[in-house]
């Protein structure tokens, strides 16, 4: 979540947990902003919606998940 500065999207994910798989850390966690349409994180406008932003990850929430996992 703090590599991402509360601002998560596939692409900076992509690009970031290599490096971090490869530096030993057990969880990657995507946090604040997963759900959100917006470009910053806007939460106090978007609690209730809970849907994995299609912005934010265009190949899917359960795609960037699995490509995480694939990195531990």
């Known amino acids: 979540m703090h590599l991402s500065w509360d601002n998560p999207k596939e692409k900076r994910t992509k690009?970031?947990?290599p490096t971090v798989g490869k530096l030993g850390a057990e969880y990657y966690v995507i946090d604040?902003?997963?759900h959100d349409e917006c470009e910053y994180n806007l939460l106090h406008?978007?609690?209730g919606r809970w849907q994995p932003s299609q912005?934010?990850?265009p190949s899917g929430l359960k795609a960037t998940v699995n490509f995480i996992k694939?990195?531990?």
């Open 55 to 57: 912005l934010r990850f």
């Open 45 to 47: 406008k978007k609690v």
């Open 32 to 34: 604040c902003g997963w």
């Open 15 to 17: 690009e970031i947990v």
């Open 70 to 72: 694939s990195h531990n």
